[in-house]
């Protein structure tokens, strides 16, 4: 088995290199060592993975976000959020969590709702008394929540590499979501508590008010329900409801709101670039890769091992979560993501677990790994917007960090928890 290629990129990806170029050069090592393989394959590979229908959901919804944007949608759901659980000792930082949960329907990336929410909440919290290194370790992980609430940009990446129904993944993904939100608030409060982190606000809201900030805020509520529902009665496939996300947000922006202008256009089609090409370069070059993984049958001898070694399916996935934090820890997510998911699914299938179960847990592992060191992507966004050291931020946020995969445990061992909504409504 030729393992040049996983060398090289291991040792680019030490040096710094970008990842997506980092994996590109790995795969031309072995067009240009195997010989035999024609240099043009490679080239071919990079240009042939951009053409799937799926994968158009990914500049869509990433669009979509953008315009929320600057519509001046967040900005509601975040009077909602602090009306909400505002009065909640450590309310601010209960709000930057409940936000998070919001934004997951609307964004669809982690990276970019974490720096949101970072400039958006993050001074007014250091202000109020909160420590720098807690409000970006929680700004960092209740981003995580925003790829597993549908729809997700891991989750299309999954069930496009997975051939797996990206319908079901969107909505087996609602109650982990729930799930990783509840986890981080009850770690909150308790921090909180301890801290003695005041609520931002003395009581909670009349009635007037409350209701006052759900109906500013409805039309965002009601877009992640556009899309499930949509979906689930085949009105439109996930593709197709990324266009029709980017419509409803932009009748949203210009008629309802009336805040989208269209001197903002070109700052919502900059992000929109900056942001898809940076995922589908990645997905180009680790296309490439796979070719060459799939002529060394890299999967199937991994398949062939870790069968070997238990078929208790229990066992394995506890394994596969170990070595996927592990993974994480070193390799951005999406990357890891596009190179494992060919590996992995062939394992998990072979001993019957659900390949939508283990998509959500996949997405949600991974995902942890962006607020952990050395590579965490979330980690470095959050600390370099409020100025915060690394180690501060390892400190503050061991505690949210273990409540998030102690959640990640109860779906991996509870497959029903995932199951049931995709079960329920998809038959």
Known sequence: MNLLPVSIMFGMLALNVPVAFAIAMAALSFFLFAGGLPINIFVQRLVGATESFPLLAVPFFILAGSIMNHAGITRRLMVLADALVGHWIGGLAQANIILATMMGGLSASANADA???????????????????????????AAVITPIIPPGIGLIIYGFLADVSIGRLFIGGVVPGMMLCGALMIVTAVISRRRGYQPSRPRFVSRAELWSAFTNAIWALTIPLFILIGIRYG??????????????????????????????????????????????????????????????????????????????????????????????????????????????????????????????????????????????????????????RLQRFTVEGLPLILALIAVLMLISFFPQLVLFLPDALME
């Open 235 to 388: 009105i439109f496939t996930p593709t197709e409801a990324g266009a029709m996300t980017v419509l409803y947000a932009a009748l949203i922006g210009f008629a309802v709101h009336r805040e989208l202008k269209l001197s903002d256009l070109p700052s919502v089609l900059t992000e929109t670039v900056l942001a898809t090409s940076t995922v589908m370069l990645i997905i180009c070059s680790a296309s490439a890769f796979g070719f060459y993984m799939a002529w060394e049958r890299i999967p199937f001898t991994v398949a062939a091992g870790l069968v070997e070694l238990t078929q208790n399916p229990y066992l394995l996935l506890l394994l596969i979560n170990v070595m996927l934090i592990g993974v994480g820890m070193l390799i951005e997510g999406t990357a890891a993501l596009i190179l494992l998911a060919p590996i992995l699914v062939p394992v998990i299938t072979k001993v019957g677990i659900d390949p939508v179960h283990f998509g959500l847990v996949m997405v949600v592992n991974l995902t942890i790994g962006g607020v952990t060191p050395p590579v965490g992507t979330l980690m470095y966004t959050t600390c370099s917007i409020l100025n915060v």
């Open 115 to 141: 720096a949101m929410q970072a400039k958006m909440l993050g001074p007014e919290m250091i202000r109020r008394g909160y420590a720098p290194g807690f409000v970006a370790a929680l700004t960092a992980c």
